[in-house]
Each structure stands twice: as C-alpha cells, then as structure tokens.
C-alpha cells in the first residue's frame, strides 16, 4: 500500500537491510514492468469473467478534474472505459460527487441513471449545518495550530506528564493526549477537535 518512490527512500532501504541484509530491493523501473504484465494478464481473463458473468454494471466514480471542468471530456473517457471492458450493454448506473461536471458527464451517458453520493452529500449537509458555530470552529483551530508546533506540543506532553504523575493513570506506557485537526473532508473532525 505505498507508492513505488518508496523503494528509493533511505529508511525503507535501512529497514529491509535490517530485517533481510541479503535481499536486494528491485527497482522501480522492473516493479513498474510487473505491474503492466499482471494488468495486461488479469484484464483479458477480467473481460472475460465480466461478459460471461456480470448482468449489469454500476461504477462508482472519483476525480480531479481542470478548471475548466469538462463534462463532455469526463463522459468521453467513461464511455471509453466502458467499451474497453466489453460493459456497454451491461452500464446502466453512475454514482457520482454532486459536481457540476460529473452531473453534466452523467447527463451524457446514454441509458445510465445517476446516483448521488449519500456520503458526499452528507458531508455537504454536516458542513451546512457547521455555519452557525463557524467563529467556535475558528478559534478552535487556531488553539489546534498554536500546539501543533513540536515546542508547544513537547509542553502540553509535559504538563499532562506533571499533572499525571503520582498517580495511577501514570504510566511508562501512557498515551498522551494530541490535538486533532479539523478538516473539511473527515467525519467528525470539527467535533472531535
């Protein structure tokens, strides 16, 4: 589950060389080769599997896109997708963010319905109702930002070190409490911040 960079980086070589010291890490370039192969591989038995087996398809979608955010050029590339994997008789539903551009894309796929995003629109909703106590949410994450510096965050460790000590929460093993950023796009941030 990490990027192939990894196989560069001095502390994942340490590691390796650590656990196994006869182990040559291979490169990038020959993992990179591998992960083509198996891909050309699984997808024709996939293509396979899919026009044998799969009566409809639903895809689920999640992009970047220009500033210019062009719906034509999104559906274009689904459509291209689609008919790659042997699945235009069998498309008939998106599930899309509630972008402009994704509901224009959805809008030009021919016989597919479109589903909004529960999470996605959730999220809005949570952050809708977040306005009122928008001042609140400020502070907070200025105080948050004020211990995020190693100074500040080696005091606040301190304290609770100090405030803790002689009693029978202490420990050598004790976790101490951190602070929790907000941000936008995590359930319960504000809230647990």
Partial sequence: MQPLYVL?????INLVKTLDPYYTLPSDKYVKKL???A???SKQ???KLFGNTIKFCLI???LWTGRDRQGQNIARTIMNLIFEWGLEKKFICITTDNGSNMVAASRLLPNTFRIPCAARTLNLVVNKGLIPVEILIARAKRLINFFMSPKQNERLKAIQTCHLNGTEDFSENHKYLRTIQDMKTRWNSSYLA
């Fill in 8 to 12: 560069k980086n001095e502390g994942f």
């Fill in 35 to 37: 992960i083509t192969k």
């Fill in 39 to 41: 891909y050309n591989n």
């Fill in 45 to 47: 038995e996939l293509i």
């Fill in 60 to 62: 689920t979608t999640d």
